[in-house]
């Protein structure tokens, strides 16, 4: 645990001594978060140079599991591999670490073992590791990379280290996703450095010892299939929700790829030409038996960021190529609507579960909040000293005010950036003057209500915004502002229970909601909903004023 002196910082003799005199709390005004515990990887991984491979992260919530799987076999066939499977499970397994007991897990039994190495890692660990594996009940994990390895934690265990490491020999992890609905188990997709993709089972490499890959298939595999995406590197991955089984992958080089995971691929892939790089085009295989099954081309640049409204309506992307946000109408394969950063490249986007806004982030600093009614942003959010690199709303939080009697409608969102900084935010719908464009020779009008009618006469489907003038968007300031990290940040999750941060080196940190903390015990099922049918509201009833701290 985490110690910590009079003043709430953490003290030189804190288990987390590479945040010195950074506070273990930050006030809101429902109450104090808490640093509950921490998550890194294993203290004797070499420092790698992170450039394309910034650490991101997954949560992940196993179902019970229906049925006994076979034993994974191990990856040698040979009949000594019997012997050393036995040897790696009475070691510690084969990550090479002591394990050690602990309440509150996820169902696994641990026991103490003896200390050993990491031989891909080039150094020594005392990762805690199970030494045998029990991973067939529920539980949540935590999926993160660092460097050329993929790490897995248990959400619910205060270990610091994580239980399980998955080594890449060919190419950096760079991005992640889970589907708790998956049909055939393989619920896991990961994105490299080099374009390839893999989908795996998450409980299948959790029962495996190894430090491999089990189970996996692999797609562009090389970047061997024709005219595909060669040595461009992923950047960002997703499961389309309902979309039975479909994924997609951005990559570097603008263009973007949905696959069907249960097709191997095996036939030719190829997709034609891009005849003009500056519009979105979409191309189909040729074969109905190809994976990919098709291509978008989104832009020149890269994208950066993908995101599915919960519904699986739309995907929004953002990325390099003259700074926009695009809104696309997934199904019908058709751009909506989209919008220019004020400045520089936008780096990430979030949807709000009921798919009325996304939030943007990037260089210029700003949170870019966009209106789907409005089709144009909405709001700005000033509050960060550098790069914004990760947004999300919190769907869990209700307002503390709310007595069921006030009309505006809140939302509360999270940023944190470059500058170490977790920002929240309160977006009080009916506070906000809205100024809608101002027509050709006229003055501006403003509106606080919504004018979709009015931009689909001014701003047909399709169009692309300029970005607005600053002083024709209303400014949002912080609620809350907090220095979580030493490292600049890379990513934030909001769950039932707690907010989860993580820096761009693989530290992640779990900060506990007022209300909970040591004195109630964590329920893997709350921690994460994985339908929305079992989300909370997303939407507060506050009063005519909103509240600051």
Not at 106 to 129: D, Y
Not at 298 to 325: E, H, K, M, P
Request: hydrophobic share 30%; aromatic share 8%; with cysteine.
């Amino acid at each position: 645990m985490i110690n910590n002196n009079s003043n709430g910082m953490i003290s030189s003799s804190s288990t987390n001594a590479q945040s010195p005199g950074l506070k273990t709390y930050f006030k809101t005004p429902e109450g104090r978060y808490k640093l509950q515990y921490e998550k890194i990887h294993p203290t004797g991984l070499l420092h790698y140079a992170h450039g394309k491979a910034v650490t991101q992260v997954t949560l992940a919530n196993l179902k019970e599991k229906p049925a006994q799987l076979p034993p994974t076999p191990t990856s040698s066939s040979s009949a000594s591999s019997g012997v050393r499977l036995a040897a790696a499970r009475f070691l510690g397994g084969s990550n090479g670490s002591r394990a050690l007991s602990f309440v509150g897990g996820n169902g696994s039994s641990k026991t103490l073992t003896g200390n050993g190495r990491i031989a891909s890692m080039g150094s020594s660990s005392t990762s805690n590791s199970p030494a045998t594996s029990n991973y067939d009940g529920k539980g949540t994990y935590l999926i993160f990379n660092v460097g050329d390895t993929i790490f897995i934690s248990d959400l619910n265990s205060q270990d610091k280290d994580p239980i399980k490491s998955i080594h890449f020999s060919n190419s950096n992890p760079v991005c992640h996703a889970f589907d708790p609905e998956a049909k055939d188990g393989h619920d896991l997709i990961i994105g490299l450095n080099s374009g390839d993709v893999y989908s795996v089972s998450l409980r299948q490499q959790l029962q495996d010892v190894g430090k491999k890959l089990v189970g996996a298939h692999h797609y562009n595999k090389d970047g061997s299939c024709k005219l595909l995406v060669v040595f461009s590197r992923c950047t960002s991955i997703a499961w389309v929700p309902e979309g039975d089984s479909t994924f997609v992958v951005a990559h570097a080089d603008g263009n973007l790829y949905v696959y069907e995971k249960c097709k191997d691929g095996a036939a030719d892939s190829s997709f034609p030409v891009i005849r003009d790089q500056t519009q979105f085009s979409v191309a189909h295989a040729r074969s109905s038996k190809s994976n990919p099954i098709a291509r978008w081309h989104i832009c020149q640049g890269s994208i950066n960021s993908i995101s599915f409204s919960a519904d699986g309506t739309y995907l929004a992307t953002v990325g390099r190529d003259g700074s926009y946000l695009r809104v696309f109408d997934y199904s019908r394969e058709q751009l909506i609507c989209g919008g220019k950063s004020y400045y520089g490249a936008l780096l990430c986007c979030a949807w709000s579960t009921d798919g009325k806004y996304i939030l943007a982030g990037g260089e210029d600093d700003l949170v870019q909040v966009w209106s789907m009614d409005d089709r144009k942003v909405v709001a700005w959010g000033e509050g960060h000293n550098s790069w914004v690199s990760g947004v999300s709303f919190d769907s869990y939080w209700s307002s503390p005010t709310s007595d069921g009697t006030g009309e505006n409608v809140m939302y509360r969102f999270g940023s944190v950036g470059q500058d170490t900084q977790l920002l929240l935010w309160d977006l009080v719908l009916d506070e906000l003057v809205v100024p809608l464009r101002r027509p050709p020779g006229g003055s501006p009008t403003f509106s606080t209500g919504s004018q979709s009618s009015h931009w689909d006469n001014i701003s047909p489907v399709g169009t692309l915004q300029p970005a607005p003038s600053m002083r024709d968007v209303p400014k949002l300031s912080p609620v809350v502002a907090h220095r979580v990290h030493t490292e600049p940040l890379s990513g934030l999750i909001f769950t039932q229970e707690s907010v989860l941060t993580v820096c761009r080196e693989g530290h992640v940190k779990i900060w506990m909601r007022p209300g909970y903390g040591e004195s109630q015990p964590s329920n893997s099922e709350s921690m994460l909903s994985t339908s929305s049918k079992d989300k909370p509201p997303l939407l507060s009833k506050v009063g005519s004023s909103s509240y600051k701290q």
